[in-house]
T-cell receptor, first 114, second 110 residues
Framework: ETGVTQTPRHLVMGMTNKKSLKCEQH?????MYWYKQSAKKPLELMFV???????ENNSVPSRFSPECPNSSHLFLHLHTLQPEDSALYLC?????????????FGPGTRLTVT | KQEVTQIPAALSVPEGENLVLNCSFT??????LQWFRQDPGKGLTSLLL?????REQTSGRLNASLDKSSGRSTLYIAASQPGDSATYLC?????????FGQGTRLTINP
């Protein structure tokens, strides 16, 4: 495996379900990100982890819960979601240096909440 | 608050043409600007990254310029091919996070 991988690629869940999205980066980076991409809206940053610590939570509802057990893995735990949470969820990673980095993205998980 | 705008929202051109995609941003205090490509239903592929101290970057048929003082960047695609059809996103890195535009959906007609 190379780059940034995400599983599952597609997920359909009911509003009462609990599921988790997984992201893994094979680039030796020290920062990981969750983004949400909804139709007709720009990508929205949800969470940032740098050196395994959450450094940003971009006003995301508590029904989304991130977890970063180590620098290579990032999870997004989902519970009691709403239909408007249906979107493409993208994970990214980067090597954080002083103000200059390049983000590499995974293929995304297409989430549908019914 | 940084805002990023991409014009046009959609562009359709015949194969072989040279074309320019535009990106503008409201806050010139940026660290870098990154251009991405996104195919339908897929993740983002990084194309070019321009540091704030640079004026342009080139990769193959792609050339990106940055004018930080005016808050503008352009992505120039030479000799376009049908395989270039995708949505192109620009994103600026400020002190905190990467802020994305809504993208330009490009279609190259054979």
């Amino acid at each position: 495996e190379t780059g940034v991988t995400q599983t599952p690629r597609h997920l359909v869940m009911g509003m009462t379900n609990k599921k988790s999205l997984k992201c893994e980066q094979h680039l030796g980076h020290n920062a990981m990100y969750w983004y949400k991409q909804s139709a007709k809206k720009p990508l929205e940053l949800m969470f940032v982890y740098s050196l395994e610590e959450r450094v940003e939570n971009n006003s995301v509802p508590s029904r989304f819960s991130p977890e970063c057990p180590n620098s290579s893995h990032l999870f997004l735990h989902l519970h009691t979601l709403q239909p408007e949470d249906s979107a493409l969820y993208l994970c990214a990673s980067s090597q954080v240096t002083q103000g200059a980095y390049e983000q590499y993205f995974g293929p995304g998980t297409r989430l549908t909440v019914t | 608050k940084q805002e990023v705008t991409q014009i046009p929202a959609a562009l359709s051109v015949p194969e072989g043409e040279n074309l320019v995609l535009n990106c503008s941003f409201t806050d010139s205090a940026i660290y870098n600007l990154q251009w991405f490509r996104q195919d339908p239903g897929k993740g983002l592929t990084s194309l070019l990254l321009i540091q704030s101290s640079q004026r342009e970057q080139t990769s193959g048929r792609l050339n990106a310029s940055l004018d930080k003082s005016s808050g503008r960047s352009t992505l120039y695609i030479a000799a376009s091919q049908p395989g270039d059809s995708a949505t192109y996103l620009c994103a600026v890195k400020g002190a905190q996070k990467l802020v994305f535009g809504q993208g330009t959906r490009l279609t190259i007609n054979p």
